[in-house]
């Protein structure tokens, strides 16, 4: 496992990134735009853990889907790979090939923990992907 910095800078914004505590794991939530940094272990247990999603403050961060977004890992600094959550394709974010990180914008994580009939529908006519 690589080690990280004491602090993280944002991927998608620069700014700070906080450590945020949820039982015995730790976080970076980004202290601009609400961001969370997990790492590969902690997105695996935190997204099968009740009430996870309440370390996702911020408000639903929403982005132009057409436009290509590069941003580098903020632990090893390798370009990131958007991702599509394969159980809601309107869920996006990014992922580090090499650490396997991953980087929800505000609201993404808390959005994951929850499918609902309205999220069905959305997936049916979401469009495309690029």
Sequence with gaps: MMDQPSTLKCPKC???M????F????VDRCT?????WLSAMDREYLSCVRDAET???GPRHTEDRSAKVKIDCPVCHTPMIRMVDHKQPHIWYE???VCYGVFH???EFRDTKSHNIVDFIRDLFQQERV
């Design 23 to 26: 039982h015995r794991f730790v």
């Design 32 to 36: 601009g735009c609400q961001g969370l």
């Design 95 to 97: 992922s580090c090939p």
């Design 14 to 16: 620069g700014n700070d």
């Design 18 to 21: 906080e450590k945020v505590h």
């Design 105 to 107: 914008d505000a609201g």
């Design 55 to 57: 370390i996702d403050t």
